[in-house]
């Protein structure tokens, strides 16, 4: 059987709340992403019409550090990353994660939440933030409150290596 890790980053709490629904439905262990410095109010104040970080708006090659570097990868074998989509992509501190580990050999699976738009070329825009062999399973978009039972359905459907 393949061991699992749900790892998330949450702005406001709508991607940690479905992280941890995500990890008892897929039998995973939890992770949380954390910047360094931890975005303010205003720094997520998406009422100038975006709905991404003013930081991230100002520059969008920035590379929040993260505060816990101790995630062990290397002894999963899936990775679902997660995170809020802001305009139409990650926010920027999952590029951090994901250059900050050996993905070799392991699945990776995004899923997100969002307030108004779709996943876009997310996947795409994060591949080169990883370095060898991982595998890409298609990601999902996940608002509202999936249920448990309704989560476990989307990963048996991925069918992931037991």
Known sequence: MSKKLVAYFSASGVTSELARTLAKAASADLYEIKPEVPYTKADL????????????????????????????????????????????????????????????????????????????????ALQPSVAGTAVWKEGKLLNGKPTRDALAAWVESLNLKQ
Request: net charge negative.
């Open 45 to 124: 104040d998406w009422r100038d019409g975006y709905s991404r970080s003013s930081i991230e708006m100002k520059d969008p090659s920035s590379r929040p550090a993260i505060a816990d570097k101790n995630a062990n990868i290397a002894v999963y074998d899936v990775v679902f990353v997660g995170f809020p989509i802001w305009w139409y992509v990650a926010p920027t501190i999952i590029n951090t994660f994901l250059e900050s580990y050996d993905f070799s050999g392991k699945t990776i699976v995004l899923f997100a939440t969002s307030g108004s738009s779709g996943l876009g070329k997310t996947k795409e």
